[in-house]
């Protein structure tokens, strides 16, 4: 007689799990952490940091929201300094305003 695999992990619990599927059970669910089981277990697995996404959507959002008046403010939504936001929208030369050139 053969067992049903799905029926004895239906009696496991998260707790019975080992780590890092405990973690992701309790955090997802269960079905989630035995389906990555069953897709990585044992293989190493590596979830890189998403600092670089969440940096380069920051700057998107940045840079929509710029409108020349509100450097101040941007820097402080977004915890950012003043120079960094100009750096990253750049200097928007205005047509009216005389330069340096203008004068020599």
Do not use: C
Not at 42 to 50: S, V
Not at 55 to 74: A, P, S, V
Request: cysteine-free; hydrophobic content about 35%.
């Amino acid at each position: 007689m053969e067992y049903n695999m799905d029926a004895i992990l239906a009696e496991v619990t998260p707790q019975e799990l080992p780590p890092p599927y405990s973690d992701i059970a309790r955090a997802v669910n269960m079905e989630t952490a035995l389906r990555l089981a069953q897709l990585y277990q044992g293989t190493h697995l590596y979830f890189p940091k998403l600092d670089e996404v969440l940096r380069t959507k920051r700057n998107e959002r940045i840079k929509k929201e710029f409108n020349g008046y509100n450097l101040k403010e941007l820097a402080i939504k977004y915890n950012v300094t003043d120079r960094w936001i100009r750096e990253l929208v750049g200097e928007a030369e205005d047509e009216n305003q005389l330069g340096i050139d203008n004068y020599l």
